[in-house]
């Protein structure tokens, strides 16, 4: 694949965003690419700890030189990784598999029996060279061969996977890792070319029309999810009738309702 320069596997590590992050600093060329069967020190966003199952999930990190981008839209990078893992995925579930779709920013959830439970997430870290974005690390970590009955107690109501999404079809981690590698790189040539498919992203996001409960850290915000801004990847929601929208730029959905679903997530 010439888009992967560089592709390790390992056992265990820290986390793979700092394998490819001590690359990147070392000259690599884009896209170096670190999977790991164990990360000791695995974070999800806003800094939480990642849970993981040996040998049941996707670990890993990719390395890249956007240096074209600018920095404003650094945040577009973990967009299309998800979309990229979201096509994926669909692409390795049968007919008959739960439905797949992107929770604001780019959480990826299957609706089961009309739950929403949290699949895969996205980490991301940029450094900037002025208004341009010199290399980023985008991180995913994707429940993918994980029995339901091994959950953590803790998140076992919160969480799925694509084996149980797709009815307990074995999902091959080595399949849905290139099948994902081979999504990323039309979408990452096109960003850096100047082009975001954002209606694409504003499509996959189980939010735009739902009843949302939103925590950004100081404060609580409650309304209708009416879209995504394109410009800046905020989450628009409408708080009440007559009201203007306000555009969320960090955050964490932690209630969304759709058709019949209403989860805390």
């Known amino acids: 694949m010439s888009f992967v320069s560089r592709l390790e596997r390992f056992d265990r590590v820290g986390s793979t965003q700092s394998v490819v992050r001590t690359w990147l600093d070392a000259g690599a060329d884009e896209a170096c690419v670190a999977v790991a069967d164990v990360q000791a020190e695995g974070r999800g966003r806003l800094d939480r700890v990642w849970v993981d199952r040996p040998g049941s999930a996707l670990l890993v990190s990719v390395g890249l030189r956007p240096t074209e981008l600018p920095a404003r839209f650094a945040w577009r990078l973990p967009a299309i990784a998800s979309l990229a893992m979201l096509g994926a995925a669909q692409s390795l579930l049968g007919p008959t598999a739960d439905r797949l779709a992107l929770k604001w920013p780019n959480d990826i959830i299957a609706i089961h029996h009309g739950r929403m439970r949290k ?18 690390v985008i991180g995913m970590g994707v429940n993918v061969d994980w029995p339901k009955g091994d959950y953590p107690p803790e998140l076992s109501e919160r969480m799925w996977s694509l084996s149980e999404a797709s009815g307990r079809r074995r999902i091959d981690r080595d399949a849905l890792l290139t099948a994902w590698l081979e999504r990323l790189e039309p979408l990452y040539e096109q960003l850096v070319a100047g082009y975001f498919d954002g209606l694409r992203w504003v499509d996959a996001q189980i939010t735009t029309g739902a009843a949302v409960t939103v925590e950004t850290g100081h404060e609580t915000i409650t309304g209708t999810g009416v879209g995504v801004d394109r410009e800046s990847g905020a989450l628009l929601v409408r708080t009440g009738a007559g009201q203007p929208l306000r555009a969320i730029a960090v955050g964490d959905v932690v209630r969304c309702a759709v058709d019949d679903t209403d989860e805390r997530l």
């Open 119 to 136: 699949v895969a997430g996205v980490l991301s870290e940029a450094s900037l060279e002025g208004d341009l974005t010199a290399t980023a």
